[in-house]
């Protein structure tokens, strides 16, 4: 990492501040980051991961794309925070490995973490360094992380950055949905009960 480019930018709700770090020529997509206002300690933050189908073709497979709208929502309505996003689609194994995961998974019938494991790919190869980078230029030693996933919880306080989890459940969501949060849940994340 030898640095980071910070500019403005505008958006449908106002400006905010996007940083890019600077991970060398042959890193195309390094971790980025929308910073709102001026966060401080305790604010609200975000770490998400590229998820192609999710938030661009609006798979409702996932929970990808609620995930990033309802922590926007949060982070705005706060008034402060930070949205860390991290190139790294299918848990971390790529695009390709995911879409080969969602194939085999329909064909057999199997969650795509046993479908990841038959295929010879790692059930989460993700890492969250950078993010912690990232918020570590911002100076903040603490944050509210809007997450299920304590892989990421652990990440930053192994870092030094102290997170409190502020767990994300979507109110509605469609069968396939239900069935990814439940496969999920198998492996680690905390997805508490949705509201009846």
Same mark, same amino acid.
């Given at each position: 990492?030898?640095? *980071?480019?910070?500019?403005?930018?505008?958006? +449908?709700?106002? +400006?905010?501040?996007?940083?890019?770090?600077?991970?060398? #020529? /042959?890193?195309?997509?390094?971790?980025?980051a929308?910073?709102?206002?001026?966060?401080?300690?305790?604010?609200?933050?975000?770490?998400?991961?590229?998820?192609?189908?999710? /938030?661009?073709?609006?798979?409702?497979n996932?929970?990808?794309?609620?995930?990033?709208?309802?922590?926007?929502?949060?982070?705005?309505?706060?008034?402060?925070?930070?949205?860390?996003?991290?190139?790294?689609?299918?848990?971390?194994?790529?695009?390709?490995?995911?879409? /080969?995961?969602?194939?085999?998974?329909?064909k057999?019938?199997?969650?795509?973490f *046993?479908?990841?494991?038959?295929?010879?790919?790692?059930?989460?190869?993700?890492?969250?360094?950078?993010?912690?980078?990232l918020?570590?230029?911002?100076?903040?030693?603490?944050?509210?992380l809007?997450?299920?996933?304590?892989?990421?919880?652990?990440?930053?306080?192994?870092?030094?950055?102290?997170?409190?989890?502020?767990?994300?459940?979507? #109110?509605?969501?469609?069968?396939?949905?239900?069935?990814?949060l *439940?496969?999920? /849940?198998?492996?680690?994340? *905390?997805?508490?009960?949705? #509201?009846?």
């Amino acid at each position: 990492m030898t640095g *980071a480019v910070v500019h403005q930018l505008e958006g +449908a709700e106002g +400006a905010f501040r996007a940083i890019v770090l600077d991970g060398g #020529p /042959e890193w195309m997509n390094p971790p980025s980051a929308a910073v709102y206002g001026e966060p401080v300690d305790g604010c609200p933050v975000r770490i998400h991961s590229r998820c192609l189908y999710g /938030e661009i073709f609006e798979s409702t497979n996932c929970d990808c794309r609620w995930q990033l709208q309802e922590s926007l929502r949060i982070i705005r309505k706060h008034g402060s925070g930070v949205l860390v996003y991290l190139d790294q689609e299918g848990r971390g194994a790529g695009l390709f490995a995911k879409a /080969e995961g969602y194939e085999l998974s329909q064909k057999k019938g199997l969650d795509t973490f *046993a479908s990841y494991a038959a295929l010879g790919y790692k059930a989460d190869s993700r890492s969250y360094g950078d993010a912690a980078a990232l918020l570590a230029q911002l100076e903040l030693k603490s944050v509210q992380l809007l997450t299920n996933n304590p892989a990421k919880i652990s990440a930053l306080e192994a870092a030094g950055i102290k997170a409190e989890m502020r767990q994300l459940v979507q #109110p509605d969501p469609s069968g396939e949905t239900v069935r990814y949060l *439940a496969a999920k /849940e198998v492996h680690g994340h *905390a997805i508490l009960p949705r #509201p009846a």
